[in-house]
Nanobody, 116 residues
Framework: VQLVESGGGLVQPGGSLRLSCAASGFPFSRYGMRWYRQTSGKEREWVATITSSGGITTCADSVKGRFTISRDNAKNTVYLQMNSLKPEDTAVYYC??????????WGQGTQVTVSS
């Protein structure tokens, strides 16, 4: 199982970024996917979840109305569209999945910095 995030960077407050997570090594279309984020010194925080088909999405109250999770099962990729970014969104963002009988898998993370 491999999860590789990309798309992070430096953006000004109010700006947008789209994160991608390319998955391999498992039947991607059969598993839900999640995004988490972590700031230095704090616990990892759940951001958003999408079901295997993409039909149901949920997100944390702190990002509701600004972030959207989506997936393309043909490309084995999950996305996180982040709009109206705030300085408090600064964090390392990780994608994650749980594989039956195997456990949790995480990507290496991608840094998002929101600053003027």
């Amino acid at each position: 199982v491999q999860l590789v995030e990309s798309g992070g960077g430096l953006v000004q407050p109010g700006g947008s970024l789209r994160l991608s997570c390319a998955a391999s090594g498992f039947p991607f279309s059969r598993y839900g996917m999640r995004w988490y984020r972590q700031t230095s010194g704090k616990e990892r925080e759940w951001v958003a979840t999408i079901t295997s088909s993409g039909g149901i999405t949920t997100c944390a109250d702190s990002v509701k109305g600004r972030f959207t999770i989506s997936r393309d099962n043909a490309k084995n990729t999950v996305y996180l569209q982040m709009n109206s970014l705030k300085p408090e969104d600064t964090a390392v963002y990780y994608c994650q999945t749980t594989i039956s009988y195997t456990g949790d898998y995480w990507g290496q993370g991608t840094q998002v910095t929101v600053s003027s």
